[in-house]
Each structure stands twice: as structure tokens, then as C-alpha cells.
């Protein structure tokens, strides 16, 4: 029987580390106390944040793509697939991916694709990618690498976005294989009652271009974040029920690192011990797409998930979309 693993999985992220101390004094002197908001709701401490012109999502994800490559002994002519995730792509054409496949020397069979679901975006590549290869007899690895420029879409304004952001890329291969081990299953929630709410460019791509004295930072209009629990609970069940497992056979937890406060409600809501749940947002910020796969590969390097452990994977996306996902590693 074929299944999907994930062969090996790498990060990248800028050198520039900022402490909250740098927020906490802009909103002081906005007159606004944001202690309690960028710790206790957001879980903040560090994120890495790209502090020169040179750096982008697409340097980012070449850096993460070559890392993942050099520790699997795989050469971009070995590639079969690339796809890109990402919400602050450098490029709209060609795509990023195009970029990539140049860069690793990746072959003409190479397929490309970006893709873009927000948040919820490398979640969505890695399940679609898997299913792909599943169904496609003549793919065997596949390259999948989430990338997000957030401090550049950043708005100074609003604490949920400047002070929760943080700079970083995740890539992984994805391999066919014969092993009883890898891609399970995933399920998907959307409920689109906040489509008007986070928008990025702030006035749309044509105002980007066209009046570019607009500012074109993400506008966060407020609205009830607690919305999106219940599903998730359903959801989750739902996925482990129909696989016929149980929250008791899941080794480890990569939710989205969008703010411990919800991390921990769905915690307290499964009673789920505290070695189970990969916790990295203290140190690398909010990092979009890549969040849940970065508290993978902290796991990994920390000997918290090793090879056969069950891994749950949840997300969100603007608008907003829920991603479960299961996985053996």
C-alpha cells in the first residue's frame, strides 16, 4: 500500500531577533498598555523580524527549500513537485515556485504551483500535495515550502498584527513510500461570516498600484475570534473518530501559534498533557502559514516527536477556514 511521510522537514528565519520591550514602548507612548494582550493572549516574547532590503518570502523560502534538500541528500532534479505557500508572495509572475525550481535546479518534470490560504495556507499544500502524490502514480517527492513576509503587511496600529508577527519559512519533502507510516487524513471547516474583515492590501491590489501614497497595510476589524473553538472541537473529533482513533493516540499537537490563549482552551477542552502540545510562538512569533509545521520541526529538534508518533495538525485562515490533519511521522 502507498502512503505519503514527510521525509524531512527544515526552517529558515531572519538573524534580527526583537523582544517585546520594542512594542510595548511603541504602545506606551500611544498611551496604550499592550503588556497584557502581546503575553497573556498572544504568548509573545521574541520573533525574528527581516530588517534589511534584501530579504523577502521568496529569499526566505529558497533558504528554507536548500536547507530541507541538503539534510535529505536530495538534488532539485529529484524533485517532482514545488509548490509555494505563502500570503506575502514576492511575486505574482511568474510564481514563486518558477523562482524556486530556477534557484534548486530542479528538472523539466518539476511541476510548479504557487498557493495562497492565508494562515491556513501550508497546512492546505501539504494535505492537497499528499493526496496528490497518492493518487498520481508518476509523482514520488514532492517539495512543500510556506514562506511568509509578515512584519511587512504589519500594521503599527493594531497590536494583533504588529507585535504578534514574526518572519519565518518551512519546508518539507514530501516521499511515497511502501512504510506503514505518514498522511492519514484531514478535514476542513469554513464559515466565510468574517470575509470583510482582514483585509490585505488594505485597498486592493489595483489601489496598490494605482494610488500607491494609500496605506496598504492589513486592516484587523475586530470580531469574536471565539467563534471558531466549537468547530474546531467538532472538527477534530470528527477526524479522529473516522480514522478510529482517539485523542489518547495522538503523540503531539501543532495547532496554530496564533496565541496561546486558544491553545490552551483547546488543551483544557480535550484535557490534554502539556508534553503533547508544541509550543514555539514565545520564540518565533506568529509566522502565518508556516506556524503549525515550525512547532513540528521544534518537536522534532527537541526529541518531543520522534519517528512513528501521531501528529495532529490545526490552523486558521482569514475569513475564516479551519485545517485539521493527521499525520504519522
Known amino acids: 500500500m502507498k502512503n505519503v511521510k514527510i521525509k524531512e522537514i527544515a526552517i529558515y528565519h531572519p ?12 504602545y506606551k507612548e500611544k498611551g496604550r498598555d499592550a503588556t497584557k494582550f502581546l503575553v497573556d493572549v498572544l504568548g509573545r516574547d521574541k520573533r525574528y523580524i527581516i530588517d534589511n532590503e534584501e530579504e523577502n518570502a521568496l529569499t526566505m523560502a529558497v533558504e528554507a527549500s536548500r536547507n530541507v534538500l541538503a539534510k535529505a541528500g536530495v538534488a532539485g532534479e529529484d524533485l517532482d513537485m514545488i509548490v509555494f505557500s505563502s500570503q506575502t508572495p514576492e511575486y505574482t509572475a511568474p510564481a514563486n515556485a518558477i523562482h524556486l525550481h530556477h534557484v534548486l535546479g530542479a528538472s523539466h518534470k518539476t511541476m510548479t504551483m504557487d498557493s495562497n490560504a492565508n494562515c491556513a495556507g501550508m497546512t492546505v499544500a501539504v494535505d492537497q500535495a499528499s493526496r496528490y502524490l497518492l493518487s498520481n502514480p508518476h509523482m514520488n517527492l514532492v517539495l512543500v515550502v510556506g514562506s511568509d513576509y509578515n512584519s511587512l503587511m504589519s500594521n503599527k496600529e493594531q497590536e494583533i498584527t504588529f507585535g504578534n508577527f514574526g518572519d519565518a519559512a518551512c519546508a518539507v519533502l514530501l516521499e511515497k513510500t511502501e512504510e506503514e507510516t505518514g498522511f492519514i487524513d484531514s478535514h ?3 464559515n466565510s461570516i468574517t470575509h470583510d474583515k482582514t483585509y490585505f492590501p488594505r485597498h486592493g491590489l489595483t489601489n496598490a498600484i494605482q494610488k500607491p ?11 469574536d475570534g471565539d467563534m471558531a473553538l466549537q468547530p474546531t472541537y467538532d472538527m477534530m473529533e470528527m477526524l479522529l473518530e473516522r480514522n478510529h482513533m482517539s ?5 503531539a499537537f501543532c495547532l ?17 498533557a502539556d508534553e503533547k502540545i ?13 506556524s503549525p509545521f ?23 485562515g482569514g475569513g475564516f477556514q479551519l485545517a485539521t490533519m493527521l499525520f504519522k511521522y
Open 188 to 190: 476542513y471547516y469554513v
Open 294 to 316: 515550525i512547532a513540528l520541526h521544534e518537536g522534532i529538534e527537541s526529541g518531543r516527536i520522534k519517528r512513528g508518533d501521531t501528529v495532529l495538525f490545526w490552523t486558521i
Open 256 to 272: 496554530s501559534q496564533f496565541s496561546i490563549a486558544n491553545i490552551k482552551r483547546v488543551q483544557e477542552h480535550f484535557q490534554l
Open 15 to 26: 538573524e534580527n531577533v526583537v523582544d517585546n520591550a520594542f512594542y510595548l514602548d511603541h
Open 213 to 223: 501614497s494609500q496605506d496598504q497595510s492589513i486592516d484587523w476589524l475586530p470580531f
Open 247 to 251: 485523542m489518547e493516540d495522538v503523540n
Open 278 to 290: 508544541m509550543y514555539v510562538g514565545d520564540r518565533f512569533g506568529y509566522t502565518g502559514t508556516t
